[in-house]
């Protein structure tokens, strides 16, 4: 598929059959997360794989109450730690202090790389014909990752559900919110 089709066609997509999808289909998609960038080449990001009602009901019953279901989870951690002792090493330490803590981060690059791995994985998922959607970190981290046995110092940025979509129509209804132009979301030369 041609890049502009898959940035055209992405959309949140929130009602999945039920079909196990293909190993290889899901490698695809996580080779595509992978090769996001990575701030300092630090790969601060990790990702869980959740395939299966069996896995992937670890994730439901701990962070939502939503009806609707993916067969396939992938779980986008981050860790500042790993952001902050990488901008601490020779070749990224600064007169910024970004090595001394994650407070002193105005744009925490770890957040920026997460988002950039969900981003390559939602458009792999186009490009692979699937259904997908982001799905925010709001509650039950802690149970999630207990229950996963994630390390300290990792954290959640949210989730991709992947999967084929169904066809029904579980639309946001933020999409019936008018939103703002791209006159007035694009600035030129100033403000």
Request: proline share 5%.
């Amino acid at each position: 598929m041609e890049f502009g089709d898959v940035v055209r066609r992405r959309a949140m997509v929130r009602s999945f059959d039920s079909a196990p999808l293909p190993g290889e289909v899901v490698d695809r998609v996580m080779a595509a997360a992978l090769r996001a960038p990575t701030a300092g080449n630090t790969g601060g990001t990790t990702w869980v794989v959740l395939s299966g009602p069996g896995e992937t009901s670890l994730y439901w019953d701990a962070v939502t109450d939503a009806e609707w279901r993916a067969p396939v989870l992938l779980l986008a951690y981050s860790s500042a730690e790993a952001y902050v002792g990488r901008y601490g090493e020779a070749d990224k330490a600064d007169d910024l202090g970004l090595g001394s803590s994650a407070e002193a981060w105005a744009v925490p690059y770890w957040m920026g790389d997460a988002a950039f791995g969900v981003m390559s994985a939602l458009l792999a998922a186009v490009d692979e014909g699937l259904g997908a959607c982001m799905l925010g970190n709001f509650r039950g981290e802690a149970a999630l990752g207990a229950a996963l046995g994630v390390p300290a110092g990792w954290h959640l940025f949210g989730a991709v559900a992947l999967g084929f979509a169904d066809g029904a129509d579980h639309r946001s209804p933020s999409l019936d919110r008018p939103g703002p132009s791209s006159a007035e979301r694009v600035h030129r030369g100033r403000w």
